[in-house]
């Protein structure tokens, strides 16, 4: 059976730092692919700092280049919002009985898995895995058997310290990758956001 690792994210932007830990997942863990989803809503994030859902899978596919190991997934988009991970993993059984899911997550969501909806089920269908964090705590489900803890190397930016970097009109270069950084620029990706909402 083929097997799938999801990474979920709103990747707004995708940087650096999660194609790291996606090509890292895609080498070295038990999964044949991974999946990068962009989520059009994450319930725990406010809409309005979002760049545009399509702009987001954009910029991923442009990140992924011709890596055979990534694909960009827009399957979100077309479900009910907002997304709970368990939605989306009972739809995707649904519509591919062939393959096998994994989430891929960081130390700092596994400390809070117990709070997202229907957080058992999950655990009792899908195997998680982690990617270490050392400013987070683990909490109790590190020891679960479903639980594969890895030690990915982690970049310490952020996309919110990206967005933050464009607004004052510094430099991203680097941070993201280079067709990343060039279509962000020539769009204005994310000033069109902000002159929304100025």
Do not use: C
């Amino acid at each position: 059976m083929n097997k799938i690792g999801l990474f979920f994210g709103s990747f707004n932007p995708v940087h650096t730092g999660h194609m790291i830990i996606a090509e890292f997942m895609a080498e070295r863990s038990e999964v044949d692919r991974v999946w990068m989803v962009v989520s059009p809503q994450n319930p725990h994030k406010k809409k309005s700092t979002l760049a545009n859902d399509y702009d987001r899978l954009h910029l991923v596919k442009l990140a992924i280049g011709d890596n055979t190991k990534l694909d960009a997934s827009d399957i979100e988009f077309s479900l009910p919002k907002p997304s709970y991970t368990i939605d989306t993993l009972t739809y995707l059984k649904e519509k591919y009985p062939d393959k096998e899911f994994s989430l891929i997550m960081g130390g700092d969501n596994l400390g809070t898995l117990h709070k997202w909806k229907n957080y058992e089920l999950i655990l009792q269908h899908h195997d998680i895995l982690v990617y270490k964090r050392p400013e987070y705590e683990l909490g109790e489900l590190q020891n679960h058997p479903r639980i594969k803890l890895l030690e990915a190397p982690l970049l310490n930016i952020s996309a919110s310290y990206i967005r933050k970097q464009l607004r004052e009109g510094h430099s991203i270069r680097y941070l993201v990758p280079d067709r990343v950084h060039d279509a962000i620029i020539a769009d204005k990706i994310y000033h069109k956001l902000w002159k929304v909402k100025e």
